[in-house]
């Protein structure tokens, strides 16, 4: 049996095998796994040159298309479908949307479903790096939810300006605007694009440095309380599971981590060192560190 919980996101293209089958239910939980919704890949990564924007690339395509501004990977139809067949289901839509015309896709795809903030359909935008302003309007309309990748300030912030302009470069991963708009988003990292390590997606949330050190979208910057909450009570909201986890309450679960530091009451730039001593799954403890 597992130790951790596992949310699986089916492509959105395995929808039709999964219908009408049980043990394909959403929402279901069997020995720490469920089917969370479905995911769609919209497009690719702006590093990558896949991304999908709706201005061009400064540089030509992967295969030397000038000028690029990348594809998507599904139709607008796809899309719609999916967010209805997971609605349908009690399930959500996640999709990877990286570029500003693959997030227009999904937030049009929403619209053209009718559903807004009030049917709380919680469609999440995983990425959403390059989210314009009226994007970012569109989130708090539907109700959508934003997944940040603030890493990619980092390991690629030193890059962008080649690839897509100064002023794209430092937009990507606006967690201060939509802060701003009170929208709830969450921030993560990709395994095998980034290091797992909750704390520096923290520390790049709130610092924003490339690997020159160079500031990348400073007025992005959010707190290291909004970065806290983003990787915890708001990552349980955007998979409908903010009733059982996500924050210290009684009746939820004991899930939590004790930390090196106390990351509220030392210096941010800092806040990448901060290590996990012990993590508590379910009341027991499943992890602690070594003592040297």
């Known amino acids: ?109 929403q619209e053209s479903a009718g559903l807004l903030a009030r049917d709380d359909a919680r469609t999440v935008v995983v990425h959403s790096q390059f989210a314009r302003p009226d994007q970012l309007d569109a989130y708090v309309k539907l109700g959508m939810v934003p997944s940040f990748f603030t890493n990619h300030t980092f390991y690629w912030g030193d890059d962008y300006p080649a690839l897509l302009g100064p002023e794209r470069g430092q937009a990507i991963s606006p967690a201060a605007s939509a802060a701003a708009r009170g929208i709830r988003f969450t921030n993560h990292t990709d395994f095998l694009v980034t290091p797992l390590d909750s704390m520096f997606t923290v520390w790049t949330a709130v610092n924003r440095l490339s690997k020159s050190g160079k500031p990348i979208g400073p007025g992005e910057r959010i707190s290291v309380m909004r970065a806290l909450r983003a990787i915890t009570a708001d990552a349980a909201y955007q998979y409908r599971e903010e009733g059982e986890r996500g924050t210290l309450e009684v009746g939820k679960v004991a899930d939590l981590v004790l930390l090196s530091e106390n990351p509220l009451r030392m210096d941010p730039q800092r806040l990448r060192e901060v290590k996990v001593v012990e993590t508590v799954k379910g009341g027991k403890t499943v992890f602690r560190h070594a003592a040297k």
Not at 73 to 87: I, P
Request: hydrophobic share 40%; glycine share 14%; aromatic share 6%.
């Open 1 to 109: 049996m597992l130790v951790l919980d596992v949310i699986a996101l089916p492509e959105i293209h395995s929808a039709p095998k999964m219908a009408g089958k049980p043990e394909f239910a959403f929402g279901v939980n069997v020995d720490h796994v469920k089917i969370g919704g479905l995911k769609a890949i919209v497009d690719g990564s702006p590093q990558g040159g896949t991304g999908y924007y709706t201005k061009p690339y400064l540089v030509p395509g992967p295969s030397g298309q000038s000028p690029w501004s990348g594809q998507p990977s599904v139709t607008a139809e796809e899309l719609v479908t999916a967010l209805r067949v997971a609605r349908a289901g009690g399930g959500q839509l996640f999709t990877h949307a990286n570029g500003d015309a693959a997030i227009d896709m999904v937030i049009q795809a």
